[in-house]
Protein backbone atom coordinates (compact mmCIF):
# COMPACT_ATOMS: atom_id res chain seq x y z
CA UNK A 1 0.00 0.00 0.00
CA UNK A 2 1.51 3.11 -0.87
CA UNK A 3 1.78 6.36 1.31
CA UNK A 4 -1.26 7.84 -0.46
CA UNK A 5 -3.31 4.88 -0.31
CA UNK A 6 -3.04 4.92 3.28
CA UNK A 7 -3.47 8.53 3.70
CA UNK A 8 -7.06 7.37 1.68
CA UNK A 9 -7.50 4.64 3.99
CA UNK A 10 -7.83 7.16 7.13
CA UNK A 11 -10.15 9.94 4.69
CA UNK A 12 -12.46 6.55 4.56
CA UNK A 13 -12.57 5.22 7.77
CA UNK A 14 -13.38 8.70 8.86
CA UNK A 15 -15.86 8.42 6.60
CA UNK A 16 -17.06 5.50 8.04
CA UNK A 17 -17.13 6.28 11.52
CA UNK A 18 -19.32 9.17 10.79
CA UNK A 19 -21.29 7.37 9.05
CA UNK A 20 -21.74 4.62 11.56
CA UNK A 21 -22.40 7.07 14.58
CA UNK A 22 -24.74 8.82 12.64
CA UNK A 23 -27.13 5.33 12.30
CA UNK A 24 -26.66 4.70 15.79
CA UNK A 25 -27.61 8.07 16.38
CA UNK A 26 -24.86 7.25 19.62
CA UNK A 27 -20.83 7.38 19.73
CA UNK A 28 -17.87 8.90 20.71
CA UNK A 29 -17.17 11.08 17.82
CA UNK A 30 -14.25 13.24 18.82
CA UNK A 31 -11.84 10.55 19.89
CA UNK A 32 -12.43 8.14 17.24
CA UNK A 33 -11.53 10.68 14.79
CA UNK A 34 -8.75 11.59 16.64
CA UNK A 35 -7.66 7.81 17.07
CA UNK A 36 -7.95 7.11 13.90
CA UNK A 37 -4.52 7.47 12.00
CA UNK A 38 -3.08 5.35 14.84
CA UNK A 39 -5.19 2.47 14.06
CA UNK A 40 -4.71 2.58 10.44
CA UNK A 41 -0.66 2.89 10.88
CA UNK A 42 -1.58 0.28 13.66
CA UNK A 43 -3.46 -2.63 11.37
CA UNK A 44 -2.00 -1.57 8.35
CA UNK A 45 1.40 -1.51 8.63
CA UNK A 46 2.65 -2.42 12.02
CA UNK A 47 1.01 -5.45 13.48
CA UNK A 48 0.68 -9.00 12.62
CA UNK A 49 -2.83 -9.43 13.43
CA UNK A 50 -5.98 -10.24 11.26
CA UNK A 51 -8.89 -12.69 10.89
CA UNK A 52 -6.10 -15.48 9.80
CA UNK A 53 -3.89 -15.72 12.55
CA UNK A 54 -6.37 -14.51 15.22
CA UNK A 55 -6.24 -17.84 17.28
CA UNK A 56 -2.46 -17.72 17.06
CA UNK A 57 -0.84 -17.19 20.17
CA UNK A 58 2.08 -15.67 18.51
CA UNK A 59 -0.32 -12.62 16.96
CA UNK A 60 0.26 -8.85 18.08
CA UNK A 61 -2.49 -7.90 20.38
CA UNK A 62 -4.04 -4.43 20.29
CA UNK A 63 -6.03 -3.25 23.35
CA UNK A 64 -8.05 -0.37 23.33
CA UNK A 65 -7.84 1.12 26.97
CA UNK A 66 -10.01 4.04 25.87
CA UNK A 67 -13.20 1.76 24.85
CA UNK A 68 -15.79 4.67 24.39
CA UNK A 69 -13.50 5.60 20.91
CA UNK A 70 -15.12 1.64 19.73
CA UNK A 71 -16.50 3.47 16.23
CA UNK A 72 -12.88 3.79 15.63
CA UNK A 73 -12.12 0.24 16.31
CA UNK A 74 -15.14 -1.41 15.00
CA UNK A 75 -14.60 0.43 11.44
CA UNK A 76 -10.96 -0.91 10.87
CA UNK A 77 -11.49 -4.18 12.03
CA UNK A 78 -13.94 -4.49 9.63
CA UNK A 79 -12.05 -3.32 6.61
CA UNK A 80 -9.23 -5.77 7.81
CA UNK A 81 -11.83 -8.51 7.44
CA UNK A 82 -12.93 -9.75 10.98
CA UNK A 83 -16.20 -8.94 10.28
CA UNK A 84 -18.35 -7.89 6.96
CA UNK A 85 -18.54 -3.80 7.61
CA UNK A 86 -22.44 -4.12 6.28
CA UNK A 87 -22.71 -5.61 10.46
CA UNK A 88 -21.52 -1.99 11.79
CA UNK A 89 -25.19 -0.38 10.39
CA UNK A 90 -26.71 -2.54 14.04
CA UNK A 91 -23.93 -0.60 15.98
CA UNK A 92 -25.92 0.41 19.08
CA UNK A 93 -28.89 -1.10 18.18
CA UNK A 94 -30.80 -3.65 20.05
CA UNK A 95 -29.94 -7.48 19.73
CA UNK A 96 -26.85 -6.05 17.68
CA UNK A 97 -23.55 -7.42 19.36
CA UNK A 98 -21.88 -4.45 18.37
CA UNK A 99 -22.23 -2.94 21.58
CA UNK A 100 -21.56 0.46 22.20
CA UNK A 101 -17.97 -0.24 23.73
CA UNK A 102 -15.74 -3.00 22.53
CA UNK A 103 -17.07 -6.01 23.34
CA UNK A 104 -15.31 -10.04 22.82
CA UNK A 105 -18.54 -10.85 20.52
CA UNK A 106 -16.89 -8.87 17.54
CA UNK A 107 -14.21 -10.64 16.09
CA UNK A 108 -10.67 -9.35 16.11
CA UNK A 109 -11.62 -7.56 19.65
CA UNK A 110 -9.03 -8.80 22.19
CA UNK A 111 -10.86 -7.43 25.73
CA UNK A 112 -14.30 -5.87 26.54
CA UNK A 113 -13.54 -2.64 27.50
CA UNK A 114 -15.18 0.97 28.14
CA UNK A 115 -14.46 1.72 31.94
CA UNK A 116 -11.31 3.67 31.45
CA UNK A 117 -8.33 2.93 33.33
CA UNK A 118 -8.13 -0.96 32.55
CA UNK A 119 -6.49 -1.50 29.45
CA UNK A 120 -2.99 -0.45 30.88
CA UNK A 121 -2.69 -3.48 33.38
CA UNK A 122 -4.67 -5.69 31.04
CA UNK A 123 -1.70 -4.78 28.46
CA UNK A 124 1.11 -5.45 30.78
CA UNK A 125 0.14 -8.91 31.85
CA UNK A 126 -0.11 -9.57 28.21
CA UNK A 127 3.12 -8.88 27.71
CA UNK A 128 4.57 -10.40 30.64
CA UNK A 129 2.64 -13.64 29.38
CA UNK A 130 4.61 -12.89 25.80
CA UNK A 131 7.86 -12.71 27.94
CA UNK A 132 7.03 -15.54 30.00
CA UNK A 133 6.86 -17.76 26.71
CA UNK A 134 9.81 -16.60 24.97
CA UNK A 135 6.98 -15.27 22.71
CA UNK A 136 8.01 -12.28 20.46
CA UNK A 137 5.00 -10.25 19.83
CA UNK A 138 4.38 -6.85 20.96
CA UNK A 139 1.40 -5.52 22.88
CA UNK A 140 0.02 -2.15 21.98
CA UNK A 141 -2.27 -0.36 23.94
CA UNK A 142 -4.20 3.15 23.50
CA UNK A 143 -4.36 5.24 26.29
CA UNK A 144 -6.87 8.76 26.37
CA UNK A 145 -5.64 11.90 28.07
CA UNK A 146 -8.22 12.12 30.59
CA UNK A 147 -8.11 8.71 31.31
CA UNK A 148 -4.47 9.33 32.58
CA UNK A 149 -6.13 10.64 36.02
CA UNK A 150 -7.10 6.68 36.77
CA UNK A 151 -4.37 5.91 39.26
CA UNK A 152 -4.27 2.45 37.96
CA UNK A 153 -2.36 3.20 35.30
CA UNK A 154 0.09 4.34 36.48
CA UNK A 155 0.55 1.00 39.14
CA UNK A 156 0.85 -0.50 35.91
CA UNK A 157 3.20 1.04 34.22
CA UNK A 158 5.94 0.55 37.44
CA UNK A 159 5.35 -2.83 37.02
CA UNK A 160 5.91 -2.72 33.24
CA UNK A 161 9.20 -1.06 33.94
CA UNK A 162 9.87 -3.59 36.56
CA UNK A 163 9.50 -6.33 34.72
CA UNK A 164 11.11 -4.67 31.80
CA UNK A 165 8.72 -5.17 29.65
CA UNK A 166 9.99 -3.44 26.22
CA UNK A 167 7.52 -5.51 24.10
CA UNK A 168 4.69 -3.18 25.28
CA UNK A 169 3.76 -0.50 23.51
CA UNK A 170 1.90 2.43 25.26
CA UNK A 171 0.06 5.15 22.76
CA UNK A 172 -1.12 8.27 24.31
CA UNK A 173 -3.92 10.10 22.64
CA UNK A 174 -2.87 13.11 23.48
CA UNK A 175 -5.82 15.39 22.10
CA UNK A 176 -6.05 17.68 25.21
CA UNK A 177 -9.56 17.44 25.79
CA UNK A 178 -12.03 14.31 27.92
CA UNK A 179 -15.70 15.04 28.44
CA UNK A 180 -15.94 18.50 31.12
CA UNK A 181 -12.89 19.97 28.98
CA UNK A 182 -9.27 20.37 28.10
CA UNK A 183 -7.10 18.24 30.42
CA UNK A 184 -5.71 21.61 32.04
CA UNK A 185 -8.86 22.64 33.55
CA UNK A 186 -10.14 19.53 34.97
CA UNK A 187 -6.97 17.65 36.16
CA UNK A 188 -3.38 18.93 34.76
CA UNK A 189 -1.21 16.03 33.28
CA UNK A 190 1.08 18.65 32.56
CA UNK A 191 4.34 17.51 32.54
CA UNK A 192 3.62 14.30 30.99
CA UNK A 193 6.95 13.55 29.37
CA UNK A 194 8.55 13.57 32.42
CA UNK A 195 6.08 11.54 34.49
CA UNK A 196 6.74 8.72 32.24
CA UNK A 197 10.35 9.23 31.97
CA UNK A 198 10.56 9.23 35.56
CA UNK A 199 8.40 5.59 35.89
CA UNK A 200 11.43 4.49 33.78
CA UNK A 201 9.81 4.16 30.18
CA UNK A 202 11.09 5.44 26.93
CA UNK A 203 9.69 8.01 25.68
CA UNK A 204 9.12 9.44 21.75
CA UNK A 205 6.76 12.76 21.19
CA UNK A 206 4.77 12.53 17.06
CA UNK A 207 2.49 14.07 15.59
CA UNK A 208 0.05 11.29 16.16
CA UNK A 209 -2.10 12.15 13.20
CA UNK A 210 0.59 12.22 10.65
CA UNK A 211 1.00 8.57 8.96
CA UNK A 212 4.35 8.92 8.50
CA UNK A 213 5.99 9.67 11.55
CA UNK A 214 3.85 7.16 13.80
CA UNK A 215 4.78 4.32 11.20
CA UNK A 216 8.47 5.41 11.27
CA UNK A 217 8.42 5.22 15.39
CA UNK A 218 6.42 2.44 15.64
CA UNK A 219 8.81 0.23 13.89
CA UNK A 220 11.91 1.28 15.91
CA UNK A 221 10.09 -0.44 18.82
CA UNK A 222 11.77 -1.38 21.30
CA UNK A 223 13.02 2.20 22.07
CA UNK A 224 15.54 1.18 24.46
CA UNK A 225 16.40 -2.43 25.56
CA UNK A 226 14.45 -3.52 28.75
CA UNK A 227 11.99 -0.10 28.85
CA UNK A 228 8.31 -0.17 28.19
CA UNK A 229 7.59 1.81 24.96
CA UNK A 230 5.96 5.09 25.16
CA UNK A 231 4.55 7.00 22.27
CA UNK A 232 2.93 10.39 22.86
CA UNK A 233 0.95 11.62 19.98
CA UNK A 234 0.40 14.68 19.77
CA UNK A 235 -3.37 14.67 18.06
CA UNK A 236 -6.42 16.83 17.23
CA UNK A 237 -10.18 15.82 18.84
CA UNK A 238 -12.66 15.11 16.03
CA UNK A 239 -9.20 15.50 13.31
CA UNK A 240 -10.80 15.40 9.62
CA UNK A 241 -14.00 17.64 10.47
CA UNK A 242 -13.10 21.34 11.27
CA UNK A 243 -15.90 22.27 13.19
CA UNK A 244 -15.58 19.19 15.36
CA UNK A 245 -11.90 20.13 15.67
CA UNK A 246 -10.89 20.98 19.16
CA UNK A 247 -14.74 20.81 20.04
CA UNK A 248 -15.57 19.98 23.34
CA UNK A 249 -19.37 19.10 22.33
CA UNK A 250 -18.26 16.94 20.18
CA UNK A 251 -16.69 14.11 22.52
CA UNK A 252 -19.75 12.36 21.59
CA UNK A 253 -22.19 14.27 19.41
CA UNK A 254 -24.06 12.93 16.70
CA UNK A 255 -24.10 14.79 13.52
CA UNK A 256 -27.58 15.99 12.46
CA UNK A 257 -28.16 15.24 8.61
CA UNK A 258 -26.73 19.48 7.91
CA UNK A 259 -23.82 18.41 10.24
CA UNK A 260 -23.43 15.14 7.93
CA UNK A 261 -23.55 16.44 5.10
CA UNK A 262 -20.94 19.23 5.73
CA UNK A 263 -18.32 16.87 7.42
CA UNK A 264 -18.59 14.14 4.23
CA UNK A 265 -17.82 16.89 1.80
CA UNK A 266 -14.70 18.64 3.81
CA UNK A 267 -14.18 14.85 3.83
CA UNK A 268 -14.31 14.33 0.16
CA UNK A 269 -12.28 17.19 -0.61
CA UNK A 270 -9.38 16.09 1.20
CA UNK A 271 -9.73 12.64 -0.40
CA UNK A 272 -9.64 14.65 -4.09
CA UNK A 273 -6.68 16.75 -2.70
CA UNK A 274 -5.02 13.73 -2.34
CA UNK A 275 -5.69 12.10 -5.51
CA UNK A 276 -4.22 15.36 -7.72
CA UNK A 277 -0.81 15.09 -6.80
CA UNK A 278 -0.82 10.68 -7.12
CA UNK A 279 -1.64 11.83 -11.25
CA UNK A 280 1.20 13.85 -11.30
CA UNK A 281 3.05 11.79 -9.76
CA UNK A 282 2.69 8.58 -12.10
CA UNK B 1 -51.73 0.98 26.16
CA UNK B 2 -51.38 3.19 29.07
CA UNK B 3 -53.69 6.09 28.16
CA UNK B 4 -56.74 3.45 27.96
CA UNK B 5 -56.08 2.47 31.86
CA UNK B 6 -57.69 3.53 34.79
CA UNK B 7 -54.29 4.90 36.67
CA UNK B 8 -54.40 5.51 40.11
CA UNK B 9 -51.45 7.95 39.65
CA UNK B 10 -50.42 9.91 36.71
CA UNK B 11 -48.14 12.06 34.83
CA UNK B 12 -48.07 15.21 32.65
CA UNK B 13 -44.43 15.71 32.40
CA UNK B 14 -41.56 13.30 32.02
CA UNK B 15 -38.03 13.91 33.19
CA UNK B 16 -34.99 12.22 34.21
CA UNK B 17 -34.23 11.48 37.85
CA UNK B 18 -30.04 12.64 37.36
CA UNK B 19 -31.79 16.12 37.20
CA UNK B 20 -33.51 15.80 39.91
CA UNK B 21 -30.59 15.49 42.15
CA UNK B 22 -28.77 18.13 40.07
CA UNK B 23 -31.87 20.02 41.53
CA UNK B 24 -31.82 18.81 44.70
CA UNK B 25 -27.80 19.50 45.24
CA UNK B 26 -28.49 23.09 44.01
CA UNK B 27 -30.87 23.63 46.56
CA UNK B 28 -28.92 21.61 49.30
CA UNK B 29 -26.19 24.08 48.66
CA UNK B 30 -28.30 27.11 49.17
CA UNK B 31 -29.62 26.11 52.53
CA UNK B 32 -26.53 24.69 54.03
CA UNK B 33 -23.12 25.60 53.66
CA UNK B 34 -21.24 22.78 53.86
CA UNK B 35 -22.74 20.67 51.52
CA UNK B 36 -19.41 20.55 48.78
CA UNK B 37 -19.62 18.71 45.25
CA UNK B 38 -16.98 16.24 44.05
CA UNK B 39 -16.96 14.84 40.77
CA UNK B 40 -15.56 12.78 37.62
CA UNK B 41 -15.41 14.65 34.82
CA UNK B 42 -18.94 13.64 34.02
CA UNK B 43 -20.41 17.50 35.42
CA UNK B 44 -23.02 17.30 32.50
CA UNK B 45 -24.18 13.77 32.66
CA UNK B 46 -24.48 14.12 36.51
CA UNK B 47 -26.53 17.67 36.27
CA UNK B 48 -24.09 19.19 38.68
CA UNK B 49 -23.41 21.95 36.72
CA UNK B 50 -25.73 24.22 38.29
CA UNK B 51 -24.24 23.80 41.52
CA UNK B 52 -20.76 23.87 40.14
CA UNK B 53 -22.15 27.35 38.66
CA UNK B 54 -23.40 29.16 41.68
CA UNK B 55 -20.47 27.38 44.54
CA UNK B 56 -17.56 26.77 42.20
CA UNK B 57 -15.27 26.94 45.12
CA UNK B 58 -17.34 24.34 46.99
CA UNK B 59 -16.85 21.98 43.83
CA UNK B 60 -14.21 20.10 43.06
CA UNK B 61 -13.43 18.65 39.78
CA UNK B 62 -11.57 15.02 40.26
CA UNK B 63 -10.74 14.33 36.92
CA UNK B 64 -11.49 10.54 36.03
CA UNK B 65 -10.17 9.32 39.19
CA UNK B 66 -12.99 7.77 40.91
CA UNK B 67 -11.07 6.20 43.78
CA UNK B 68 -9.53 9.14 44.51
CA UNK B 69 -12.86 11.27 44.54
CA UNK B 70 -14.04 8.52 47.31
CA UNK B 71 -10.79 9.04 49.27
CA UNK B 72 -11.01 12.86 48.78
CA UNK B 73 -14.42 12.59 50.03
CA UNK B 74 -13.87 11.26 53.10
CA UNK B 75 -11.40 13.35 53.93
CA UNK B 76 -13.64 16.14 53.83
CA UNK B 77 -15.84 15.21 56.25
CA UNK B 78 -12.80 14.92 58.44
CA UNK B 79 -12.39 18.47 58.28
CA UNK B 80 -16.51 19.04 58.69
CA UNK B 81 -17.92 18.93 55.10
CA UNK B 82 -20.68 16.74 53.73
CA UNK B 83 -19.35 16.01 50.21
CA UNK B 84 -21.78 14.39 47.83
CA UNK B 85 -20.02 12.65 44.99
CA UNK B 86 -20.79 11.84 41.41
CA UNK B 87 -20.26 9.77 38.71
CA UNK B 88 -22.15 6.39 36.65
CA UNK B 89 -23.33 4.41 39.48
CA UNK B 90 -20.77 1.49 37.77
CA UNK B 91 -18.35 3.88 38.74
CA UNK B 92 -19.65 4.72 42.08
CA UNK B 93 -19.33 1.11 43.27
CA UNK B 94 -18.02 -1.81 41.96
CA UNK B 95 -14.78 0.95 40.83
CA UNK B 96 -14.41 2.06 44.39
CA UNK B 97 -15.78 -0.65 46.50
CA UNK B 98 -12.66 -0.56 48.88
CA UNK B 99 -12.47 2.79 49.37
CA UNK B 100 -16.15 3.14 49.98
CA UNK B 101 -15.75 0.10 52.37
CA UNK B 102 -12.77 1.43 54.41
CA UNK B 103 -12.81 5.02 54.33
CA UNK B 104 -16.59 5.30 53.75
CA UNK B 105 -18.56 2.54 55.36
CA UNK B 106 -16.26 0.92 58.14
CA UNK B 107 -15.21 4.21 59.59
CA UNK B 108 -18.77 6.15 59.47
CA UNK B 109 -18.12 9.08 56.87
CA UNK B 110 -20.87 11.21 55.94
CA UNK B 111 -20.25 10.42 52.17
CA UNK B 112 -23.26 10.52 49.74
CA UNK B 113 -22.58 8.62 47.05
CA UNK B 114 -24.67 10.01 44.21
CA UNK B 115 -24.95 7.78 41.30
CA UNK B 116 -26.23 8.12 37.82
CA UNK B 117 -26.84 5.60 34.77
CA UNK B 118 -27.70 2.89 37.20
CA UNK B 119 -29.21 -0.18 35.32
CA UNK B 120 -30.19 -1.04 31.77
CA UNK B 121 -31.69 2.29 31.24
CA UNK B 122 -28.33 4.35 30.43
CA UNK B 123 -28.80 2.43 26.85
CA UNK B 124 -26.92 2.56 23.62
CA UNK B 125 -23.31 2.46 26.20
CA UNK B 126 -24.26 -1.43 26.91
CA UNK B 127 -22.99 -4.03 29.46
CA UNK B 128 -19.85 -2.13 30.91
CA UNK B 129 -22.15 0.69 32.12
CA UNK B 130 -25.14 -0.71 32.64
CA UNK B 131 -24.61 -1.89 36.29
CA UNK B 132 -26.97 -4.05 37.84
CA UNK B 133 -25.08 -5.18 40.92
CA UNK B 134 -24.79 -1.91 42.79
CA UNK B 135 -27.60 -2.33 45.65
CA UNK B 136 -26.78 -5.84 46.47
CA UNK B 137 -22.95 -4.28 47.26
CA UNK B 138 -24.25 -1.50 48.58
CA UNK B 139 -27.11 -3.17 50.66
CA UNK B 140 -24.00 -5.27 52.59
CA UNK B 141 -22.24 -3.04 53.83
CA UNK B 142 -22.17 -2.11 57.59
CA UNK B 143 -23.42 1.67 57.87
CA UNK B 144 -24.54 2.27 54.51
CA UNK B 145 -28.16 4.08 53.92
CA UNK B 146 -29.06 2.42 50.14
CA UNK B 147 -31.97 4.78 48.70
CA UNK B 148 -33.28 4.26 44.98
CA UNK B 149 -36.06 6.86 44.24
CA UNK B 150 -38.63 6.17 41.72
CA UNK B 151 -39.26 9.68 39.48
CA UNK B 152 -37.46 13.18 39.14
CA UNK B 153 -39.71 14.57 42.17
CA UNK B 154 -38.50 11.87 44.34
CA UNK B 155 -34.92 12.21 43.20
CA UNK B 156 -35.08 15.72 44.20
CA UNK B 157 -36.57 15.21 47.80
CA UNK B 158 -34.04 12.39 48.64
CA UNK B 159 -31.03 14.47 47.81
CA UNK B 160 -32.52 17.09 50.29
CA UNK B 161 -33.25 14.70 52.82
CA UNK B 162 -29.94 13.45 52.65
CA UNK B 163 -27.91 16.61 53.94
CA UNK B 164 -29.57 16.31 57.09
CA UNK B 165 -29.05 12.14 57.62
CA UNK B 166 -25.74 11.80 58.84
CA UNK B 167 -23.59 8.88 57.98
CA UNK B 168 -22.69 7.24 54.76
CA UNK B 169 -25.29 6.90 51.70
CA UNK B 170 -25.77 5.65 48.49
CA UNK B 171 -28.19 7.43 46.23
CA UNK B 172 -28.77 5.39 42.98
CA UNK B 173 -30.86 7.36 40.01
CA UNK B 174 -30.57 7.27 36.17
CA UNK B 175 -30.86 8.64 32.90
CA UNK B 176 -33.94 8.66 30.97
CA UNK B 177 -36.95 10.79 30.76
CA UNK B 178 -39.50 8.85 33.02
CA UNK B 179 -43.03 10.22 34.47
CA UNK B 180 -43.33 12.47 37.54
CA UNK B 181 -46.36 11.16 39.31
CA UNK B 182 -44.98 12.03 42.96
CA UNK B 183 -45.79 15.37 43.95
CA UNK B 184 -43.33 18.09 44.16
CA UNK B 185 -43.88 18.73 48.01
CA UNK B 186 -43.54 15.19 49.35
CA UNK B 187 -41.29 14.81 52.62
CA UNK B 188 -38.81 12.15 52.23
CA UNK B 189 -38.21 9.92 54.56
CA UNK B 190 -35.50 7.90 55.19
CA UNK B 191 -36.22 4.31 55.67
CA UNK B 192 -39.95 4.41 55.42
CA UNK B 193 -41.48 2.55 52.35
CA UNK B 194 -44.59 4.23 50.77
CA UNK B 195 -48.06 2.68 50.50
CA UNK B 196 -49.21 4.20 47.00
CA UNK B 197 -51.88 1.75 46.59
CA UNK B 198 -54.14 0.17 48.80
CA UNK B 199 -55.24 -3.54 47.39
CA UNK B 200 -55.84 -6.68 49.15
CA UNK B 201 -54.84 -9.90 46.93
CA UNK B 202 -50.90 -9.16 46.12
CA UNK B 203 -48.51 -7.00 46.60
CA UNK B 204 -46.08 -5.55 44.04
CA UNK B 205 -43.38 -3.98 46.33
CA UNK B 206 -40.90 -1.94 43.65
CA UNK B 207 -38.31 0.40 43.35
CA UNK B 208 -36.67 2.98 41.27
CA UNK B 209 -38.15 3.36 38.20
CA UNK B 210 -39.89 0.21 38.08
CA UNK B 211 -42.39 1.83 40.91
CA UNK B 212 -44.16 3.37 38.02
CA UNK B 213 -44.25 0.24 36.17
CA UNK B 214 -45.97 -1.19 39.39
CA UNK B 215 -48.64 1.29 39.06
CA UNK B 216 -49.26 0.63 35.48
CA UNK B 217 -49.29 -3.02 36.22
CA UNK B 218 -51.56 -2.61 39.34
CA UNK B 219 -54.18 -0.87 36.34
CA UNK B 220 -53.84 -4.08 34.90
CA UNK B 221 -54.88 -6.55 37.25
CA UNK B 222 -57.24 -4.79 38.38
CA UNK B 223 -59.39 -4.69 35.13
CA UNK B 224 -59.11 -8.94 35.49
CA UNK B 225 -60.49 -8.52 38.88
CA UNK B 226 -57.33 -8.62 40.80
CA UNK B 227 -56.67 -5.99 43.74
CA UNK B 228 -52.82 -5.54 44.12
CA UNK B 229 -51.25 -2.70 46.66
CA UNK B 230 -48.10 -0.84 45.55
CA UNK B 231 -45.43 0.01 47.69
CA UNK B 232 -42.73 2.12 46.98
CA UNK B 233 -39.73 0.84 48.69
CA UNK B 234 -37.11 3.86 47.68
CA UNK B 235 -35.22 3.10 51.11
CA UNK B 236 -33.37 -0.37 50.29
CA UNK B 237 -31.44 0.07 53.47
CA UNK B 238 -32.37 0.30 56.22
CA UNK B 239 -35.46 -1.45 54.91
CA UNK B 240 -39.14 -0.92 56.44
CA UNK B 241 -39.86 -4.32 57.63
CA UNK B 242 -42.57 -3.64 59.74
CA UNK B 243 -44.43 -2.08 56.16
CA UNK B 244 -43.73 -5.46 54.31
CA UNK B 245 -44.80 -7.80 57.13
CA UNK B 246 -48.20 -5.64 57.81
CA UNK B 247 -48.44 -5.52 53.80
CA UNK B 248 -48.03 -9.81 53.82
CA UNK B 249 -49.84 -10.29 56.44
CA UNK B 250 -53.05 -8.74 54.81
CA UNK B 251 -52.44 -9.95 51.15
CA UNK B 252 -50.54 -13.01 51.27
CA UNK B 253 -47.82 -13.17 48.24
CA UNK B 254 -46.24 -10.20 46.71
CA UNK B 255 -43.57 -9.59 43.80
CA UNK B 256 -40.46 -7.64 44.04
CA UNK B 257 -39.61 -5.39 41.23
CA UNK B 258 -36.51 -3.73 40.68
CA UNK B 259 -33.83 -2.27 37.78
CA UNK B 260 -31.03 -4.88 39.10
CA UNK B 261 -29.89 -8.35 39.43
CA UNK B 262 -32.15 -10.49 41.29
CA UNK B 263 -29.30 -11.88 43.54
CA UNK B 264 -28.17 -9.33 46.27
CA UNK B 265 -31.03 -6.65 45.34
CA UNK B 266 -34.67 -5.66 46.88
CA UNK B 267 -35.91 -8.91 46.26
CA UNK B 268 -33.80 -11.35 48.00
CA UNK B 269 -33.83 -8.60 51.33
CA UNK B 270 -37.51 -8.85 51.09
CA UNK B 271 -37.31 -12.40 50.78
CA UNK B 272 -35.16 -12.97 54.28
CA UNK B 273 -37.64 -10.41 55.55
CA UNK B 274 -40.42 -12.50 55.04
CA UNK B 275 -38.66 -16.16 55.14
CA UNK B 276 -37.89 -14.63 58.83
CA UNK B 277 -40.78 -13.51 59.74
CA UNK B 278 -44.15 -14.63 57.79
CA UNK B 279 -43.23 -17.08 54.74
CA UNK B 280 -45.66 -16.40 51.84
CA UNK B 281 -44.73 -16.68 48.13
CA UNK B 282 -42.70 -14.09 46.64
CA UNK B 283 -41.54 -13.44 43.05
CA UNK B 284 -39.27 -11.33 41.48
CA UNK B 285 -39.02 -8.92 38.52
CA UNK B 286 -35.37 -8.28 37.82
CA UNK B 287 -32.24 -9.33 36.20
CA UNK B 288 -31.70 -13.24 36.46
CA UNK B 289 -27.56 -13.11 36.61
CA UNK B 290 -26.72 -12.02 33.45
CA UNK B 291 -24.84 -8.73 32.06
CA UNK B 292 -27.03 -5.76 30.07
CA UNK B 293 -26.67 -4.60 26.53
CA UNK B 294 -27.10 -1.63 23.74
CA UNK B 295 -30.78 -1.04 23.02
CA UNK B 296 -33.27 1.76 23.48
CA UNK B 297 -34.55 1.92 27.43
CA UNK B 298 -38.31 -0.09 26.23
CA UNK B 299 -36.85 -2.33 24.21
CA UNK B 300 -34.50 -3.43 26.76
CA UNK B 301 -36.43 -3.65 29.54
CA UNK B 302 -39.10 -5.74 27.83
CA UNK B 303 -36.46 -8.25 27.18
CA UNK B 304 -34.99 -8.34 30.35
CA UNK B 305 -38.43 -8.69 31.77
CA UNK B 306 -38.75 -5.24 33.45
CA UNK B 307 -42.15 -3.98 32.60
CA UNK B 308 -45.66 -3.47 33.80
CA UNK B 309 -46.76 -7.07 31.51
CA UNK B 310 -44.18 -9.20 33.25
CA UNK B 311 -44.96 -7.70 36.67
CA UNK B 312 -48.42 -8.90 36.31
CA UNK B 313 -47.71 -11.89 35.28
CA UNK B 314 -45.43 -12.44 38.15
CA UNK B 315 -48.33 -11.70 40.45
CA UNK B 316 -50.58 -13.74 38.96
CA UNK B 317 -47.82 -16.51 39.44
CA UNK B 318 -47.94 -15.21 43.24
CA UNK B 319 -51.78 -15.47 43.61
CA UNK B 320 -51.79 -19.26 42.25
CA UNK B 321 -49.02 -20.50 44.07
CA UNK B 322 -50.72 -18.44 47.52
CA UNK B 323 -53.99 -20.52 46.61
CA UNK B 324 -52.45 -23.81 45.37
C1 LIG C 1 -13.67 4.68 34.84
C2 LIG C 1 -14.43 5.57 33.92
N1 LIG C 1 -14.86 6.77 34.36
C3 LIG C 1 -15.59 7.56 33.56
C4 LIG C 1 -15.91 7.16 32.29
C5 LIG C 1 -16.81 8.04 31.42
N2 LIG C 1 -16.02 8.60 30.30
C6 LIG C 1 -16.06 8.08 29.06
S1 LIG C 1 -15.04 8.85 27.98
C7 LIG C 1 -14.55 9.95 29.17
C8 LIG C 1 -13.56 11.01 28.83
C9 LIG C 1 -12.31 10.42 28.29
O1 LIG C 1 -11.37 11.40 27.97
P1 LIG C 1 -10.03 10.97 27.30
O2 LIG C 1 -9.41 9.86 28.07
O3 LIG C 1 -9.21 12.17 27.13
O4 LIG C 1 -10.52 10.34 25.91
P2 LIG C 1 -10.64 11.01 24.47
O5 LIG C 1 -10.39 12.47 24.59
O6 LIG C 1 -9.58 10.36 23.65
O7 LIG C 1 -12.00 10.69 23.97
C10 LIG C 1 -15.20 9.68 30.39
C11 LIG C 1 -15.02 10.45 31.61
C12 LIG C 1 -15.46 5.90 31.87
N3 LIG C 1 -15.74 5.40 30.65
N4 LIG C 1 -14.71 5.13 32.68
MG1 LIG D 1 -8.63 13.26 25.45
Not at chain 1, 27 to 42: A, K, M, P, Q, Y
Not at chain 1, 61 to 78: M, P, T
Not at chain 2, 46 to 59: C, D, S, T, V
Not at chain 2, 136 to 143: A, F, K
Request: aromatic share 8%; with cysteine; charged share 20%.
Amino acid sequence: MTEIELKLKSLEYRKKILRYIKMASAGHTGGSLSCTDILNVLYNRIMNVNPQNFKNNERDRYIQSKGHSVEALYVVLADQGFFPEAELETLCKYKSHFIGHPTRKVPGVEQNTGALGHGLALSVGTALAAKLDNLHFKVFTLLGDGELAEGSNWEALLAASHYKLDNLVVILDYNKLQITGPNAEVMNLEPVIPKFESFGCSVRQVDGNDLKELENNLLDVPFEKGKPNVIIAQTVKGKGVSYMENTLKWHHGVPNDQDYKLAIEELNNQISQLQKPQLHEK
Amino acid sequence: MEKTLDLKYTYTEKKDTRSGFGDGLLEAGRNNPNVVGLCADLIGSLKMGAFQKEFPERFFQVGIAEANMIGLAAGMTIGGKIPFTGTFANFSTGRVYDQIRQSVAYSDKNVKICASHAGLTLGEDGATHQILEDLGMMRMLPHMTVINPCDYNQTKAATLALVDHVGPAYLRFGRPSWPIFTPADQKFEIGKAWKMIDGKDVTIFATGHLVWEAVVAEAMLREEGISAEVINIHTIKPLDTEAILDSVAKTGCAVSAEEHQLNGGLGDSIAQTLIRNHPAPLEYVGVNDSFGESGTPTQLLEKYGLNAENIVKKAKIALRRKSG
